[in-house]
């Protein structure tokens, strides 16, 4: 079988081009690594000849491949391109056009025509040394039990939750794990009706409990609501216990510092734990709002009614006292966009029904689905693609237009609210997407990183991974296409005119591209097709592409329904617009959060690029299948070696020198909790294969960031000046990454009916005007930061389109400044008045009275 898919094994005179260099040498093809071989000439006629060094390109990592013959006629040497998962980008010449379609179509069979994946790489692999005797071994270093006895649950710990086992045997949930973590008082009968309401019977249950306020963070998939507004009664007593499990602990939470009883009190604004220090300390760190978690807040809180007086007797409104984290504001973050969440009810699904769960906030984050971030990173791949050819940097600007920093920071931007919710205000979280197992793994392995130490740590990190992506389960067969595509490969001058094909294999239009907002509606109602097809599919988060029509042509469609009616096995083939980078997302938003925090992660950035490689290596088991069942069921324990064996052994390596390890909430730069800084968001060059100056730009000093009024920038007065980049910024200016809000009472957002926005635009102006006659609650203090400063576009609130004053003087316009703004991607707005793009300077007053203007208008 080897010998039939190698029809070339070795050929000599091969030309290697790379970053601009040319190497001569002999190209191997075994059957599991394509090798280079080469020897560099001395530097010297008096030099000993240098050691041969070598590429090793594993076939499952290969991204793209083309072959560009040459005829003879031409004098042309052939070529064959590679595009790697990892970023690296090689391009081999071969001076006989026969063999390099030899190799061409070696490397094809070997990559994308294996149809098992017992056939990898990892099956084969023997480690050796240390590697293979590693102690513990990587399969033994996540215990579920022994991770949940950490975090308090089992064996004489919390007793206000249990260790269930209805899914012992995985008949419940195949892709959830055989142990599941819910509240005492839920017996497994009603789980096993509240499985009927969620898709995939993926049900709330645990995934982390903070050991100082034991708050929770949960994760399920949607409900099936569908068109009929279908609800659950044992789905919401489930909820309802989750979020119930604190209720009580706390016997004088509802005293005030004067013994006056607040118990019957509405609950007060949006609060930040007090750990000792004041709240001008708090000021200058991580705890202080930025403008986007201010409007978030702002908004939030007034929906809920917190900012609401209590009447005296004569109906004179007193005011509320503030008990700092006593009360709870437990909220269900679907972090889908709204309209896709809608969108999904067509199919039987979508998303809770508040008037259902008054006991609860529901937040939409708006984080785009796995096409649009597939897309996201072409468009970055495309800008980089000629790295083979030329040495030349990849164009900055080019690479802002692939909105792939965009996606970061709105991921890092829900990040930051779950942690905020569970740290600071003592409230539970429940997380979901559409399955449950993309987006959700994210926020919820980010947010645990934020919220404790120990995931931090090189161990920890591993138990995270273990726990949220392959224990909760990810389709990591479908997102990494480690199985590889015929459509990844292409002849060039062999394709037929017309219409063209996209990197990812799909067809491309021949004409004008879909408008934005054409777009946003077009994803989010193909995400619906399901419920009007008669395919079987795979994953309710990309419907519309899951159909074998999409894969192979008609004649091998054909075969493989013949194949299935005899009952044969069908061979496992990548799904084009399955794939997408979704684990590398969350890989990269840790290396945000370890730039900002370079002494709190005891593992360093090359950890994260070694795992990131690994991924698509296939030369370990641990990401080769998509959850717990399908593990146990292949015994790749048994089989292959685990990915942290290759991590444990080489410890040293991975470790962060400026780690510090010590926990104080006293001491600044050591608190327990730390917080991204989604400003900040930056390229993770190394992980792209480039230097940072290639991706972030040259480095700058602080004094480039002084705004045209001679005052400092956010970004040189948000943290101290040790841990910060001094990169050029990628925005200084976000758009809130919460795009609806919804109780049982009231909803603002995109997507939400008519009324409930208007309601909610009145309550938001509402709160502006109070402001303006002085009121000085919670809440109204975050609405004021709203006019103070940041010019943060609220798109939920659908506000009138403006136009940007012209800066009062010429003296205004600094060079300084202007730069900055050339570097913000076209997508960004920096003034944060919705539909105006222009990149005008302008005074801060000037945008403060923009702001006022805005806001005034919601109130006419």
Avoid at 319 to 330: E, L, R, S
Wanted: aromatic share 8%; charged share 25%.
């Amino acid at each position: 079988m080897a010998m039939e898919r190698t029809r070339i094994a070795k050929v000599e005179d091969v030309t290697l081009s790379r970053r601009g260099e040319q190497a001569k040498g002999t190209l191997h093809l075994t059957p599991h690594h394509l090798i280079f071989v080469h020897t560099p000439p001395p530097y010297t006629s008096s030099e000993s000849p240098a050691r041969a060094r070598e590429l090793w390109i594993t076939y499952p990592i290969i991204a793209f491949c083309t072959l560009r013959p040459s005829p003879i006629a031409s004098r042309q040497p052939s070529s064959i391109r590679l595009r790697c998962r990892d970023f690296t980008f090689v391009c081999f010449y071969f001076s006989d056009d026969r063999k390099a379609r030899d190799v061409f179509e070696s490397i094809k069979a070997w990559t994308c025509k294996l149809g098992k994946i017992e056939k990898l790489y990892a099956f084969s692999y023997r480690p050796q040394g240390l590697e293979r005797d590693v102690v513990p071994n990587g399969w033994a270093v996540y215990d579920p039990m022994r991770e949940w006895r950490r975090q308090g649950i089992g064996d004489g710990g919390d007793n206000r939750w249990r260790i269930s086992k209805i899914n012992a045997d995985y008949t419940f949930s195949p892709t959830y794990p055989d142990i599941l973590v819910v509240p005492a008082n839920i017996s497994d009968i009603t789980l096993n009706y509240a499985g009927k309401y969620r898709s995939r019977a993926r049900i709330p249950v645990l995934s982390y409990l903070h050991p100082v306020n034991n708050c929770s963070i949960t994760r399920c998939s949607q409900p099936m609501v569908g068109v009929r507004q279908n609800r659950s009664i044992q789905d919401e007593k489930l909820l309802g216990a989750i979020f119930g499990t604190t209720r009580n602990e706390r016997p004088l939470s509802g005293l005030t510092a004067s013994g006056r009883d607040t118990s019957n009190l509405p609950s007060p604004a949006p609060e930040r734990e007090d750990t000792g220090s004041t709240l001008e300390s708090m000021a200058s760190g991580d705890l202080q709002p930025t403008d986007t978690e201010a409007i978030e807040d702002a908004v939030i809180a007034k929906l809920r009614g917190d900012n609401e007086d209590e009447a005296d007797e004569d109906g004179q409104q007193l005011k509320k006292p503030i008990v700092y984290g006593a009360q709870q504001k437990n909220m269900i973050v679907d972090a889908r966009p709204t309209i896709n969440a809608i969108a999904m009810q067509a199919a039987g699904m979508g998303s809770e029904n508040m008037d259902n769960y008054k006991f609860a906030t529901k937040v939409y984050l708006g984080i785009d689905n796995i096409h649009v971030m597939r897309d996201s990173l072409n468009k970055v791949i495309e800008t980089l693609k000629d790295s083979d050819l030329t040495p030349i940097g990849p164009s900055r600007e080019q690479l802002a237009k692939s909105g792939w920093l965009k996606h970061i920071a709105n991921m890092l931007d829900g990040v930051s609210l779950i942690a905020r919710q569970v740290g600071l205000q003592h409230s539970h979280v429940l997380i979901h997407c559409s399955d449950g197992w993309d987006r959700t793994s994210q926020l919820s392995a980010l947010s645990q990183i934020c919220l404790d130490p120990y995931f931090r740590t090189l161990e920890g990190f591993i138990v995270l991974v273990e726990k949220d992506w392959l224990s909760f389960g990810h389709q990591f067969r479908y997102r990494t296409g480690f199985l590889s595509s015929e459509k990844w490969f292409s002849i060039e001058n062999e394709r037929i005119g017309g219409r063209g094909e996209d990197d990812d294999g799909t067809r491309k239009p021949s004409g004008d591209a879909l408008a934005g907002a054409q777009k946003t509606f077009e994803n989010a109602f193909l995400s619906a097709k399901g419920f009007f097809t008669k395919h079987n599919n795979d994953s309710k988060e990309s419907i519309n592409v899951d159909s074998d029509a999409e894969v192979g042509t008609e004649a091998d469609i054909n075969a493989r329904k013949i194949a299935a009616g005899k009952g044969e096995k069908e061979k496992n083939i990548t799904k084009v617009k399955e794939t997408a980078p979704i684990f590398h997302q969350f890989l990269d938003a840790t290396y945000q959060l370890m730039y900002q925090h370079p002494t709190r992660f005891e593992f360093n950035e090359r950890f994260l690029k070694r795992l990131l490689y690994h991924l698509y290596s296939c030369q370990y088991g641990t990401f080769l299948f998509d959850n717990e069942k399908q593990r146990k069921e292949a015994n790749i324990s048994d089989k292959t070696t685990s990915v942290w064996n290759y991590f444990l052994s080489r410890k040293t390596e991975f470790l962060n020198a400026s780690y510090d390890a010590e926990v104080n909430d006293n001491i600044r730069g050591k608190e327990r909790l730390i917080f991204p800084r989604t400003q900040e968001t930056r390229w993770w060059a190394s992980g792209f294969g480039r230097v940072d100056e290639e991706m972030n730009g040259p480095h700058r000093p602080l004094q480039a960031y002084i705004d045209a009024n001679g005052e400092e920038s956010e970004l040189s007065s948000t943290h101290d000046s040790t841990a910060y980049s001094q990169s050029i910024p990628v925005s200084r200016a976000r758009t809130p990454i919460v795009t609806g809000v919804e109780t049982s009472n009231s909803a603002v957002g995109v997507g939400s009916p008519p009324e409930a926005q208007k309601d909610g635009i009145s309550v938001v102006a509402e709160a502006v005007e109070q402001e303006k006659k002085g009121d000085d609650s919670a809440c109204l203090t975050t609405v004021q930061t709203i006019e103070e400063g940041s010019g943060q576009k609220m798109e939920e609130l659908d506000l009138p389109e403006v136009k940007v004053q012209e800066p009062e003087s010429a003296a205004q316009q600094q060079i300084v400044h202007e730069e900055a703004l050339e570097e913000l991607p076209d997508g960004l707005d920096p003034l944060g008045i919705g539909d105006v793009k222009d990149h005008v300077p302008v005074t801060k007053k000037a945008a403060v009275d923009r702001r006022r203007e805005q806001l005034e208008a919601l109130m006419q």
